[in-house]
C-alpha cells in the first residue's frame, strides 16, 4: 500500500508535463474496459470521451540514415555528345566527412556537455548497430571545434575585446597526452591549462593554454582595456602594470577587480585552525555580502549609491580592522597571516566593485564554468594534443555561450554548423549565441530543417531588403 500512495506534487506532474516533454513524439494507448464495451454494444452504455494522463517513455530511434540523393542529367555538350551531368556537391562545415550536422552536434553536446568520454560514446554507437570507433569521432571533434575557432569564436573574441565591461577570469588545469617515444617507454603526461573568460552576459570563453605564463595570459587580453575580475594569483599581475613604451597614448591597460570569496575562504580556512581573529574576519566579510545581496535586483546606479551611503563604512571598517591584525600576526606562519596578509595586499581590487553597480564582489562565476573542465576530465581524463586542447576549448566555449543565452546546445550546434558554409565570413558574429535567436528568425525555416542543399543568406539586420 505504501508504494501506491501519491502526494499532490506527483500527482500535478502527471498531468501536466513540460512544455519539453510535450513537444516530443507521442504514443497514444486507449483502454477499453471488456463489461461496459458490452454494455456499450447492448445499447445500455455509451462512450462519452477518456480520461487522460502521461507517462515519459523512451524509444532506442536516434540515429537516421541521411541520403543524399544528387540528380543526374544527360545533356549534350558543344560538339553535340550526350554526356552525364550530376548536382553539384552541396557545401558542408566538414566536408567528406561521415556525419551530418546533427550527428556532429550530438557527440560534441554528449562529449562536452554531458561529460562522456568518446570511449562510452563508440559503445553507446555499437549498440545502435553503427561501429563508430573512437579514433574517427575524436577527428571529427577536433576538426569542428577548429572550424568554429577560426570563425564563430574568432568573432565572438573579437566582440568582447571591443565592448566588453568586465571579464571574470580563471584557470584549471588539464592534461596532455604524452607523444610515443622511439623506444615506446612510458612518459608522463603534460599538464596544461584551460583560461575561462567571462565578458559580462554575452560571451563565454575557454582557451587552451599549453603553459600558464603570464605571457599567455596577456596575449589572450590583448587590446582590452576594461575591467578584469580574477583571484590574486601571480600570472594575473602582468596583465595590471602599465604599457613600457610611456610615448604610446592609446592606454589598454585593464583595471583589476578583487574577488571577496577569495578572500571569505582564506578566513575560512583560518578559522578551522581554531582562530578567534579569523571569525571576526569571517563574520565582517558576511556582513558585506549579507547588505550587498538585498541590492541584487535594482538598477547599476542605484546600486552603486546604495553601496558607497551603506557599504562603504562597512569596508572601510573591515580594513581599517585587517591592518594592525595584520602587523601582529605578520611574522608568524600559518593561515591567519595569510587571510589577514591576502586583505591588505589585495585592498585596492577589492575595493574596486564600489567604482560601480555592475562590478560583482566575487569571481564565483569563473568557477563555476571551470567545473564544465573539472566534471569532464574525470571521464575522458586527457587531450590529445595541443591542437585538440583548442579545438576543445572552442567546443567548450559553443556550449557555454549557448547555455548563458538559454540555447538548447545540440539544436544550437546542429543550426550554426547547417548554416555555417553558406555564411558570409564578415558576418559570422551573427551566428554566436547571442544573436542566434534573432539570426534564426530570418532563415527561411523549410532550408534550415534540411541538413543539406542550398540555405538563403538573409541581408545584413541593419540593412532592409530590396523592394520587389
Avoid at 214 to 243: C, H, M, N, T
Wanted: positive net charge; proline residues 6%.
Amino acid at each position: 500500500m505504501y508504494l501506491l500512495r501519491r502526494t499532490r506534487r506527483s500527482l500535478r506532474q502527471d498531468r501536466g508535463l513540460s512544455p519539453r516533454a510535450a513537444a516530443t513524439f507521442s504514443v497514444r494507448i486507449e483502454l477499453d474496459d471488456p463489461v461496459f464495451e458490452a454494455l456499450v454494444e447492448d445499447g445500455k452504455a455509451e462512450r462519452i470521451g477518456f480520461e487522460e494522463s502521461a507517462k515519459l517513455a523512451w524509444q532506442r530511434a536516434g540515429l537516421r540514415r541521411l541520403v543524399t540523393a544528387r540528380r543526374k542529367y544527360r545533356v549534350l555538350d558543344g560538339a553535340g555528345e550526350s554526356v552525364v551531368e550530376t548536382a553539384p556537391v552541396p557545401p558542408e562545415a566538414l566536408p567528406r566527412c561521415l556525419a551530418a550536422p546533427s550527428m556532429l552536434a550530438h557527440v560534441a553536446v554528449e562529449k562536452f556537455c554531458d561529460g562522456l568520454p568518446l570511449a562510452r560514446i563508440e559503445d553507446r554507437l555499437g549498440r545502435d548497430g553503427v561501429p563508430v570507433d573512437r579514433g574517427t569521432l575524436s577527428r571529427w571533434m577536433e576538426a569542428l571545434g577548429a572550424t568554429f575557432g577560426s570563425t564563430v569564436v574568432h568573432a565572438m573574441r573579437k566582440d568582447a575585446m571591443k565592448t566588453a565591461f568586465c571579464i571574470a577570469t580563471d584557470a584549471t588545469g588539464v592534461s596532455v597526452q604524452p607523444e610515443r617515444r622511439p623506444d615506446r617507454k612510458r612518459q608522463d603526461a603534460r599538464r596544461a591549462h584551460y583560461l575561462v573568460q567571462i565578458a559580462d552576459r554575452d560571451h563565454i570563453f575557454f582557451e587552451f593554454m599549453p603553459r600558464e605564463t603570464s605571457a599567455a595570459i596577456k596575449e589572450r587580453f590583448e587590446g582590452f582595456a576594461g575591467y578584469v575580475q580574477a583571484d590574486a594569483k601571480s600570472v594575473f599581475d602582468a596583465l595590471f602594470l602599465p604599457p613600457e613604451d610611456d610615448a604610446t597614448d592609446d592606454d589598454t591597460t585593464p583595471t583589476e577587480v578583487g574577488c571577496w570569496a577569495h578572500a571569505r575562504r582564506k578566513f575560512w580556512e583560518a578559522t578551522m585552525a581554531k582562530s578567534v581573529v579569523a571569525r571576526e574576519g569571517l563574520a565582517r566579510i558576511g556582513r558585506i555580502f549579507a547588505i550587498d545581496e538585498t541590492w541584487r535586483d535594482k538598477l547599476p546606479s542605484e546600486v552603486r549609491t546604495l553601496r558607497d551611503k551603506h557599504l562603504r563604512p562597512h569596508i572601510d571598517a573591515f580594513f581599517a580592522w585587517v591592518a594592525p591584525e595584520y602587523e601582529r600576526v605578520k611574522d608568524q606562519r600559518g593561515p591567519l597571516r595569510s587571510a589577514l596578509g591576502y586583505a591588505v595586499r589585495q585592498r585596492g581590487p577589492l575595493t574596486r566593485f564600489l567604482d560601480d553597480g555592475r562590478l560583482a564582489l566575487d569571481n564565483n562565476r569563473s568557477e563555476r564554468e571551470l567545473r564544465r573542465i573539472a566534471v569532464g576530465r574525470k571521464a575522458w581524463l586527457f587531450v590529445g594534443s595541443d591542437d585538440h586542447g583548442a579545438a576543445t576549448g572552442h567546443l567548450f566555449t559553443m556550449i557555454a555561450s549557448a547555455r548563458l543565452h538559454g540555447l538548447d546546445p545540440e539544436m544550437y550546434l546542429r543550426d550554426v554548423i547547417r548554416v555555417l558554409p553558406h555564411w558570409p565570413r564578415e558576418r559570422f558574429l551573427d551566428l554566436s549565441p547571442k544573436y542566434w535567436l534573432r539570426t534564426r528568425a530570418r532563415l527561411v525555416a523549410s532550408e534550415l530543417v534540411r541538413e543539406l542543399g542550398p540555405l538563403e543568406v538573409p541581408p545584413p539586420a541593419e540593412e532592409q531588403a530590396p523592394a520587389g
